[in-house]
T-cell receptor, first 110, second 113 residues
Framework: QKEVEQNSGPLSVPEGAIASLNCTYSDRVSQSFFWYRQYSGKSPELIMSIYSNGDKEDGRFTAQLNKASQYVSLLIRDSQPSDSATYLCAVRDSSYKLIFGSGTRLLVRP | EADIYQTPRYLVIGTGKKITLECSQTMGHDKMYWYQQDPGMELHLIHYSYGVNSTEKGDLSSESTVSRIRTEHFPLTLESARPSHTSQYLC????????????FGNGTRLTVT
């Protein structure tokens, strides 16, 4: 079992819809969680971080964390074609290493 | 926003050449990292450093070497480039605190012919 798991996709949603991206992790002690967006041929850019159970909102983005179930998700409201990218979930484990998932590819159809 | 710079942005070089990929950051971050990523594939950690004179190998075996003589500078060197080294190389940095995210440079796309 990989330490951080994401569905590779592609997840295809129509423009204006809510895109829901999910990530599960194996280290129960993990406390820091990050979402990165990576456009094709570009480097990852940080879009959200979350440390406490519950929701954290930033503009059209909402990160959700459930430590008991060991999952973290990212919701993108009013999805735009410019949101089409690969979204990487990253989890800081108990040894301080930042473990990246393999990413979910999101396609937003105009 | 972290300022982290990688040069060159693109490099095409012949087999057997020695190359150094440069990475510098101006944020005073303690930790620096090198990742390798092929198109459409996941990130692989190849080297990291927790501070000056500290370097460690990452999860993916690599023939490259790194050095950390100054806090802000973390160059990666390939003594003899081969076509199998063709990839994108991403440098990143962060503070030491547990909650600190990584900030990535723009990457170097290396092609070895």
């Amino acid at each position: 079992q990989k330490e951080v798991e994401q569905n590779s996709g592609p997840l295809s949603v129509p423009e204006g819809a809510i895109a829901s991206l999910n990530c599960t992790y194996s280290d129960r002690v993990s406390q820091s969680f990050f979402w990165y967006r990576q456009y094709s041929g570009k480097s990852p850019e940080l879009i959200m971080s979350i440390y406490s159970n519950g929701d954290k909102e930033d503009g059209r983005f909402t990160a959700q964390l459930n430590k008991a179930s060991q999952y973290v998700s990212l919701l993108i409201r009013d999805s735009q074609p410019s949101d089409s990218a690969t979204y990487l979930c990253a989890v800081r484990d108990s040894s301080y290493k930042l473990i990246f998932g393999s990413g979910t590819r999101l396609l937003v159809r105009p | 926003e972290a300022d982290i710079y990688q040069t060159p942005r693109y490099l095409v070089i012949g087999t057997g050449k020695k190359i150094t990929l440069e990475c510098s950051q101006t944020m005073g971050h303690d930790k620096m990292y090198w990742y390798q990523q092929d198109p459409g594939m996941e990130l692989h950690l190849i080297h990291y450093s927790y501070g000056v004179n500290s370097t460690e190998k990452g999860d993916l075996s690599s023939e490259s070497t790194v050095s950390r003589i100054r806090t802000e500078h973390f160059p990666l060197t390939l003594e003899s480039a081969r076509p199998s080294h063709t990839s994108q190389y991403l440098c990143a940095s962060s503070y030491s605190s547990y909650n600190s995210p990584l900030h990535f440079g723009n990457g170097t796309r290396l092609t070895v012919t």
